[in-house]
């Protein structure tokens, strides 16, 4: 038995504890093996998709639990369907009809004979009635009781649950009168800014900030629309905006014995669009006395409602390291991981074990806070165009070896396509160190290894606020980006000569490997050529977007198998080979004397290189006549994106001035408004309410201009 624990411990998956911290393992061996508890779980039915889908089939397998996939039409190919025992289709890409559904989910839960339920988060994870269905149906929900989801996922009861059992909460109205004139009214009183937040919400949705009472109607609408589309509820609460504050999390747990505990704080203030991209645990600068406060209070809370399983209350806390109770979301978070490397633990394993009545494995006095966590949202987004999420395929991808200290937790896969249908995360890449210096050093290690062509991304953005000196030294903030803007975002700048030479190599052995056109130009006699090559992105060691440039390289084949690269009068000897290890190519160049390997990505007529220094893309531009370019119709809006038209705001004959509102779309869990590009008056409105958008389709039509006389 001893010899089998032994082997449990070793064999166990990057997302479990690290090996250099497995003594903190402890219990008895009957916590590795079934049956569970006073419940029986041997097949679980994921009620999700994606990272966190993947993630919770690997524990269930390594538990010896079989899993139960469901997917949309749109998911039928994608990684968590292959990883899972069984998978079911359960409708079209919308969620409202398949991810939504509790009525398909609980079909397919019984049909696969599922003893439980793990809802991962977002989707039915915090939602009453499915908790409840599950129950009637003898179906274990992994997570809290539904009353505790009611009571907590409601934020003016949490409030009152929160301010009775002790708990610091802030100033704000979440009464029954949802009229515009009483929530106005009530906004003056708390005075302005204040935070306008779905009473249903979570995870950034339905929430806005009004400064002033000139734009709080715009905002109130657009919270209750969001509201409605992603919680089917638009009641709203109104409190107090604290300035520049810090979102501090508690990770928390409960079991049916009575027990609860906490797991340490996650710091998670620096957001875009009210939503998470880098966390970490334990809160940068937070004293003993502060963590031991936050946690008991943390404790209290779970306790209130009588909490069973994770969950995460959040604090808002100002520049005194004063807290507020904000909210708690009753389910695993999705940034559950930097808590599981602190403390040595495996949370859904706990999950399993408690849902089926098991105590929790350790009680408060035997956790222990161990080194640092970081971990960065990898999005399909443009950070540069305002985090604009994106879609399309994941061309190439590479990332960084998993290892003790490394977890790389996706649901996708080379050669996938990121969906408009859901959020836009490609992944999440956690570290761990011995403190939050070389936790971070392995951050940016770990980003300048995660490669991926086919789409935008944030990774450059996110090596950028990594490397910021006053991130570095844990000055973070909820306004920390746009604080920080201009060092940020720099200006941009044009890739090195050296880079082009390198990019220029890799066409030409490109070209050497499959033509015989090349082979006749090294026949040991030096010939020329010229061509034009185009810089599309790069970054350096504080990664930058450079604007699209057009250079002459001119290339002379020399005898020695060298090649000699004029570009722009200054003259380059290169030299090179491309080198394959496994699925991956790197380019062994030669520039003036200067070697380099960079890794090596052509995929059309762009070259993709990759090295820790940095990374570029440039391309031999496509002729214009045959690039399709379109430049809309008459100059009027375009999507920006792949999306839902939600709302439609003008109709042909409209004037409207440069700047107005035209539609609103929804797209990858976020609410965009198409606003006018110039004044003029609407010729034709191209889509209705309901409809769906691609990326770059025209929207609306304006009038041709008259011509003066």
Request: hydrophobic residues 40%.
């Amino acid at each position: 038995p001893f010899i089998a624990l032994a082997i449990s411990v070793v064999l166990l998956p990057p997302c479990s504890m690290p090996k250099a911290r497995s003594r903190r393992w402890v219990g008895t061996l009957d916590q590795f093996s079934f049956p569970l508890g006073q419940g029986r779980i041997e097949k679980v039915l994921i009620a999700n998709r994606g990272e966190i889908a993947c993630r919770v089939m690997r524990t269930a397998k390594k538990m010896g639990v079989r899993s139960v996939a469901v997917y949309s039409d749109a998911d039928r190919h994608s990684m968590h369907v292959a990883m899972a025992d069984e998978a079911y289709n359960i409708g079209p890409a919308a969620s409202q009809q398949s991810y939504l559904s509790m009525e398909k989910v609980l079909e397919v839960a019984k049909r696969s004979g599922s003893h439980a339920v793990h809802p991962g988060y977002g989707f039915l994870s915090e939602n009453t009635e499915f908790a409840e269905a599950c129950k009637q149906e003898g179906i274990i929900f992994i997570g809290p009781p539904s009353s505790a989801i009611r009571d907590m996922g409601i934020k003016s009861t949490s409030k009152y649950i929160m301010s009775a059992a002790g708990v610091p909460i802030i100033e704000g109205y979440h009464g029954d009168d949802q009229s515009d004139e009483k929530l106005q009214a009530e906004a003056v009183r708390i005075g302005y800014p204040v935070m306008i937040k779905a009473v249903r919400g979570g995870g950034g949705k339905g929430m806005r900030i009004s400064h002033t009472a000139e734009d709080f109607h715009e905002q109130l609408e657009s919270a209750r629309r969001e509201a409605r589309k992603s919680f089917n509820d638009d009641v709203m609460l109104v409190e107090k905006f604290v300035e520049d504050p810090r979102h501090v999390e508690v990770q928390v747990f409960g079991d049916q014995h009575g027990n609860a505990v906490y797991l340490f704080e996650r710091d998670c203030s620096v957001q875009r669009r009210h939503q998470k991209i880098i966390e970490e645990a334990p809160g940068p600068g937070i004293s003993e006395e502060v963590r031991w406060k936050l946690g008991e209070a943390a404790v209290r809370a779970a306790k209130a409602v009588n909490y069973v399983g994770a969950g995460t209350v959040e604090f808002i806390m100002d520049a005194q390291h004063n807290f507020y109770f904000m909210e708690m979301n009753t389910r695993l978070q999705v940034e559950h991981p930097v808590s599981e490397m602190i403390t040595g633990t495996d949370l859904v394993e706990w999950q399993l074990r408690v849902a089926a009545g098991e105590r929790l494995p350790l009680l408060q006095d035997e956790i222990e806070l161990m080194g640092h966590s970081f971990e960065a949202r990898i999005y399909a987004e443009d950070p540069n165009n305002d985090f604009l999420p994106g879609a399309g395929p994941l061309l190439h991808l590479s990332t960084p070896p998993a290892d003790e200290y490394t977890r790389i937790e996706t649901g996708v896969r080379e050669g996938d396509e990121v969906s408009a249908h859901y959020d836009p995360m490609i992944a999440k890449l956690v570290v761990w160190g011995e403190d939050r210096s070389a936790a971070l050093k392995k951050l940016r290690y770990g980003l300048r290894q995660y490669n991926i062509v086919g789409l935008n991304t944030n990774i450059d953005f996110l090596l950028s606020l990594s490397g910021h000196p006053e991130f570095e030294a844990g000055n973070v903030t909820t306004s920390f980006i746009p604080q920080h803007y201009e060092q940020l975002f720099p200006k941009p700048i044009p890739p090195s000569r050296a880079t082009l030479c390198q990019a220029a190599l890799g066409l030409l052995l490109r070209e050497r490997a499959s033509t015989q056109t090349f082979r006749d130009k090294s026949n040991g006699e030096e010939q020329q050529q010229a061509f034009h090559l185009s810089s599309g992105r790069g970054k350096t060691s504080q990664p930058v977007f450079f604007l699209s440039a057009e250079v002459e390289v001119t290339v002379t084949y020399n005898s020695d198998g060298t090649y000699s690269m004029e570009i722009g009068g200054e003259m380059f000897q290169v030299s090179g080979e491309v080198e394959t290890e496994g699925q991956t190519s790197f380019l062994h160049c030669s520039v003036n004397g200067v070697k380099s390997r960079p890794k090596l990505v052509i995929l059309d007529n762009t070259v993709h290189l990759f090295s820790m220094e940095g990374s570029a893309e440039v391309s031999v531009p496509v002729p214009k006549f045959l690039a399709g370019v379109s430049t809309g119709a008459q100059g009027g809006a375009v999507a920006p994106m792949t999306g839902t038209i939600e709302k439609v705001l003008v109709k042909a004959g409209d004037t409207v001035q440069m700047g107005d509102a035209l539609m609103v779309m929804n797209a990858m869990k976020m609410e965009h408004t198409i606003r006018a590009p110039k004044a003029g008056v609407i010729k034709k409105v191209f889509f209705k309410e309901g409809s769906q958008a691609n990326r770059h389709a025209a929207l609306v039509e304006f009038e041709e201009a008259a011509e003066e006389e």
